[in-house]
């Protein structure tokens, strides 16, 4: 499954933060193997987009872990849900098997009886973007260039320093 998207419709937000206006405008215009455009896309969903905006100057950062939530909110099965750095502890469907005893196939009856119980529960979602994991946690993906230059400019002089000093060298036998 792919989110079908021109690059040329992208490529005009090449800042780091675009106006949620902006993002609103090309999401409910965006289709995938799973959601058809144009849509309207949930008061909720907007309202967490500017809520967002808000909290950075009014744009929304669009390489961070919030964008990305919502980028799954919108597109739940072609974008991954992004967890808070250090709360899940990723594994294989071998490992959770070997770890819980559990085998990870449920059989057409199995899935049969949990659709039936969904289905005679008498609990109504009115608003199903209410009902998803959300987290207001931000991590920023960011490359600080003076930072990453210094470091590199640092290591090559720890580099160049080792080799001519004859305590770096390794010994030879």
């Known amino acids: 499954m792919s989110v079908r998207i021109s690059w040329a419709s992208w490529k005009t937000y090449a800042d780091p933060s675009v106006l949620p206006d902006q993002i609103l405008g090309l999401v409910s215009t965006m289709s995938s ?27 929304v950062p669009i390489h961070g872990r919030v964008f990305a939530q919502w980028m799954h909110h ?28 559990h085998d990870h196939k449920a059989s057409n009856v199995e899935m049969q009886a949990l659709v039936d119980a969904c289905a005679a529960s008498e609990q109504v979602y009115s608003d ?14 960011s490359h600080d260039v003076a ?17 001519l000093h004859s305590s770096c060298a390794p010994a030879l036998d």
Request: hydrophobic fraction near 35%.
């Open 33 to 59: 193997d799973t959601v058809k455009a144009p849509r309207e896309l949930s008061e909720t969903l907007v309202q967490r987009l500017h809520k967002l905006a808000a909290a950075n100057g009014g744009e």
């Open 74 to 101: 919108a597109f739940p099965r072609e974008c991954p849900y992004l967890h808070e750095m250090g709360t899940v502890s990723p594994q294989t469907p071998d490992e959770w098997m070997k770890e819980t005893g």
């Open 128 to 141: 199903i973007d209410n009902e998803l994991p959300w987290s207001d946690h931000e991590e920023l993906l």
């Open 147 to 163: 930072a990453t230059k210094m470091a590199e400019a640092q290591a090559s002089e720890s580099l160049i320093d080792c080799r």
